[in-house]
């Protein structure tokens, strides 16, 4: 249940960066189909957090060192660009159109799964 939990935050964290930032767009003509657009990206976005993210942390943690953090905003604009390049592979009507939409929507994203986390269960209360 968690899993499905994670994707809908994605979902609805990737359409508040769509909302906010110009530069990134769904063109999805319903809104069934938009929902199911947010929700297929949802599901790369967060398979590709879980899978390249770590791998990029501990490659480069030297550089988060030094950058005191800050290299992470352009690793999560670049994993958001990834994101964007695998949904057109499965041709799917997201697009982002460079660094600096990726780089502020890779922000309100970040911002938007906080806050939404903060309140859902975490699930170790089990």
């Not at 994605?10 to 319903?30: M, R, Y």
């Not at 929700?39 to 957090?49: M, T, Y």
């Not at 480069?60 to 994993?79: D, E, M, P, S, W």
């Not at 390049?85 to 799964?113: D, K, M």
Request: some cysteine; aromatic content about 12%; charged content about 5%.
């Amino acid at each position: 249940m968690s899993l499905i939990i994670r994707v809908i935050v994605n979902a609805l964290a990737l359409w508040a960066a769509v909302f906010l930032i110009d530069g990134i767009d769904v063109t999805a003509q319903t809104i069934a189909g938009q929902i199911g657009v947010y929700l297929a990206v949802g599901v790369i976005f967060g398979v590709v957090n879980a899978i390249i993210k770590p791998i990029v942390k501990a490659v480069g943690c030297l550089f988060y060192a030094l950058t005191l953090g800050l290299i992470g905003l352009v690793v999560n604009a670049l994993l958001l660009m990834l994101t964007n390049w695998i949904a057109s592979l499965f041709a799917l009507p997201f697009h982002i159109e460079g660094f600096w939409p990726a780089f502020w929507g890779a922000i309100v994203v970040t911002i938007v799964s906080w806050l939404l986390s903060m309140f859902l269960p975490d699930g170790q209360d089990d």
